[in-house]
């Protein structure tokens, strides 16, 4: 046996050693819950008797037919595309700008990249204080997360301002993974920068794409955090999200049975339209 496959066969044993961790945990946190809560969304159960009443499908009937959870459906997908598209072009913007490595360029991605490491909580709670303590009184109109119709593009506001420098990142570890050969050989053939950009740039950045999409689709449509800490969802629930709507029907009107399965269909709507994302940048990935 060769040097060469016993260091392959010694890879291959260590890379579930160091995987078990992490999907034990997943498998704990996220898989077992998910299979648990199957069975308590066809009971009638408040979340605290320790008897259940089984109802079938009953649950999901009463869930299709409600106004109030399409009502949060469309809020939550009005909210996470405004939130996803703003973010990746303001992220892959700065990116453009800011691809070049140099000790000014480097200090703009800390300065950006920076909010990232705060917390979502904290990012509101902080965006409430400035839109109530400082936006309201120097331009003498309401906060924007007071106003009905303003309100959900306040959250998404302080959504993209703490996810923009994480997005700038990926976008810029893809720009620079670019051969410049290929940006050389189109400026001979005389390309402007828009060519450059559409038939080099773009194609060539497309597992980017993938990545900072797929993320910000899934953190979209599962916002509880951000909603909850600066509007609470109001006002007039017009920021109330589904992640809001399973809560308030497991945790405020006792409904356990009920909300579990608002968040079962809400998993399957996540999952459904993450595979469609995936699947539709795989099949646009051009080898470098």
Not at 69 to 86: K, N, P, Q, S
Not at 101 to 126: D, E, H, W
Not at 190 to 217: K, R
Not at 261 to 287: G, W
Request: proline letters at 5%; aromatic letters at 14%.
């Amino acid at each position: 046996m060769t040097t060469t496959m016993k260091g392959r066969i010694r890879k291959g044993i260590w890379i579930p050693v160091f995987l078990f961790p992490a999907m034990l945990l997943f498998l704990a946190c996220v898989i077992l819950p998910l299979f648990q809560g199957i069975p308590y969304s066809l009971m009638d159960w408040n979340g605290v008797s320790p008897t259940h009443r089984y109802v079938g499908l009953k649950n999901y009937v009463k869930l299709l037919s409600s106004t109030e959870l399409w009502r949060d459906v469309a809020t939550t997908f009005r909210y996470t595309f405004a939130y996803m598209i703003a973010a990746n072009v303001l992220g892959l913007a700065t990116a453009l700008l800011l691809r070049k490595g140099s000790r000014l360029n480097n200090l703009c991605r800390t300065l950006i990249f920076m909010p990232y490491v705060i917390s979502m909580i904290t990012a509101a709670f902080v965006w409430k204080s400035i839109f109530n303590e400082i936006y309201s009184p120097l331009f003498l109109v309401p906060s924007p997360l007071g106003v009905p119709d303003q309100a959900l593009m306040g959250i998404v506001a302080i959504s993209v301002w703490r996810v923009s420098g994480y997005c700038m990142l990926i976008y810029i570890a893809a720009l620079q993974s670019i051969p410049v050969e290929y940006y050389e050989a189109a400026k001979v053939e005389g390309a402007s920068g828009l060519a450059q950009f559409l038939h080099i740039t773009a194609p060539m950045i497309v597992p980017a794409f993938s990545t900072n999409v797929t993320l910000l689709l899934a953190w979209g449509f599962k916002v509880f955090d951000t909603v909850m800490a600066a509007t609470g969802g109001g006002p007039g629930k017009a920021t109330e999200t589904m992640s809001m709507y399973v809560y308030n029907n497991i945790f405020g009107y006792m409904k356990a049975g009920y909300g579990q399965a608002a968040a079962i269909m809400m998993t399957v709507i996540l999952l459904v339209i993450s595979i469609f994302v995936s699947r539709f940048f795989r099949t646009r990935v051009v080898e470098a």
